[in-house]
């Protein structure tokens, strides 16, 4: 029997790869006596050759009349001959047959899906955290103001609204609180000090919320009517905020979402909890944690404010982006509110009429009732002392506040995206492949493959041939 040997050939057990002509040193045709009785799986053959040194170095051997290849596993020199010992390589044998079979591969080393999560790399100790921040958007040491006020000449609902800078409301409030000039009172009739006291320019305003941004909107404005009084003193510069001109203000910025530092060699899938974990900081709602999922497979997140100026209450939308070039793909991520606005307290003075002449007749009656029943003293003591009482809680000023302060620290948050990421042990992709998990011609992919449930028909080949391809293909072996 003609039996080719080969020495120094290299291969692993559980690979396909046979010798290539040229590449190592073969005794071609050369024959060998079988040793009875024989098997086409393990042959055992009478080798006369004297070459010690080379014996040694045999490890590999095809059989043409069997069709197959064959691993040597053993010599023994009986009677002055060499006993060679072989056992049949199934995967060298059948190759052709086992490249055009379809098979599911769930792992492999040169195709793989790098969004399947591969449970081969667990995590180690140690984690690692990233940060993106931005400037902040908004600007707790500047502003605007909103006034709404009751006006002769309302924008929204019974109220106008005014838009003022600081320096703007500074100059209005001089202006309003300094004298009673711009009531045009007969100082004949009521003095300036009297004026004071009996009107407030403060009891027409209905609120002042601070924002921190700065409004463009409105309709510029040198004068306006506070209750039935025009106001239109020099200087005096505004914008007057109407529905025409929308009462919506929106401030949005980005950030770019920082990436597991080894997705770039084991997989996307490092991106995702429990490899990833992202939260998110803003101004006025405080810390969020974001879904990794939502997130997955987008550079960048979107924050959007959507102000409403009248209620101060804001609308906030998380969007995960993908705005690159020949992308628009976006998603919501989360949703809430929060309040925008800085209510700004204002103290207002005001009288109690009705209270004080109720106070007048009560003590008027308890003075007659007591001169009638003769403590006519008492009684004129009673009447001298509640018309004075009466006379002093008329004129002394009952303070009344309206709104309430916010927090202005809320402001000074700057938006920051912290990523925390779990680091997994190093990657040994010719070992082990990676995920694909999809159905593949074999001869279409190389290195390490991973089969499940793998069914191969070789018309050549016996059940306990076929049962060590199909063994071997799902344990991992490696085509090449």
């Not at 039996?3 to 190592?24: A, C, H």
């Not at 790399?121 to 707790?140: D, H, R």
């Not at 493959?449 to 293909?473: F, G, N, W």
């Amino acid at each position: 029997m003609v039996v080719t040997l080969y020495r120094g050939f290299r291969k692993d057990t559980n690979s396909t790869k046979i010798p290539v002509s040229g590449s190592y040193i073969s005794m071609s045709q050369y024959n060998c006596d079988i040793f009875e009785p024989c098997s086409v799986h393990s042959p055992r053959l009478w080798l006369a050759a004297s070459n010690n040194a080379f014996r040694a170095s045999i490890n590999y051997a095809y059989i043409p009349d069997f069709e197959r290849y064959y691993w040597v596993t053993d010599f023994e020199f009986i009677d002055g001959r060499w006993l060679l010992s072989l056992e049949c390589d199934v995967l060298a044998s059948f190759k052709s047959d086992i490249g055009t079979s379809t098979q599911y591969v769930v792992r492999c080393q040169s195709k793989w899906n790098e969004n399947i999560v591969d449970t081969m790399y667990t995590p180690v100790g140690g984690k690692q955290e990233a940060f993106e921040s931005i400037a902040n958007p908004f600007l707790p040491s500047g502003g605007s103001y909103i006034i709404a006020y009751t006006s002769a000449s309302p924008t929204v609902g019974s109220n106008a609204y005014g838009i003022f800078t600081k320096a703007q409301l500074i100059s209005l409030l001089s202006y309003m609180m300094g004298n009673t000039n711009w009531l045009n009172l007969n100082a004949s009739e009521i003095s300036g000090d009297l004026a004071k006291v009996i009107l407030n320019p403060i009891q027409y305003i209905q609120s002042v919320k601070y924002f921190p941004f700065s409004i463009s909107k409105g309709t510029a404005q040198t004068r306006a009517f506070f209750g039935w009084w025009l106001l239109q003193p020099a200087g005096l510069s505004f914008k007057e905020l109407t529905l025409s001109d929308g009462t919506t203000h929106t401030t949005a910025f980005t950030l770019n979402i920082q990436r597991h530092s080894q997705a770039a060699t084991h997989g996307a899938y490092l991106n995702l909890e429990p490899y990833s974990q992202y939260r998110l900081l803003l101004p006025c709602i405080g810390f969020i944690d974001l879904p990794a999922s939502m997130l997955y497979g987008y550079p960048k997140i979107k924050v959007t404010y959507t102000t409403d100026l009248i209620t101060g209450l804001a609308e906030i939308d998380i969007e995960a982006i993908d705005d690159s070039p020949g992308q628009d793909r976006s998603v919501l991520v989360y949703h809430t509110t929060c309040d925008m606005a800085v209510d700004v307290p204002l103290a207002q003075i005001t009288k109690d009429t009705i209270g004080s002449m109720t106070g007048a007749v009560n003590t008027g009656l308890s003075a007659g009732a007591q001169i009638l029943s003769g403590n006519i003293l008492g009684g004129i003591s009673t009447l001298i002392t509640g018309g004075v009482n009466a006379k002093i809680a008329e004129v002394q000023p009952l303070p009344s506040f309206m709104g309430s302060a916010g927090n202005f620290n809320a402001f000074n948050v700057v938006p920051m995206l912290s990523t925390t990421f779990q680091e997994v042990t190093g990657p040994a992709f010719d070992l082990f492949g990676r995920p694909l998990c999809e159905v593949n011609t074999i001869n279409t992919l190389s290195g390490f493959i991973m089969c499940a449930r793998a069914h191969i028909t070789i018309p050549r080949a016996d059940k306990s041939e076929l049962e060590q391809v199909e063994a071997y293909m799902n344990e991992g072996f490696r085509y090449e």
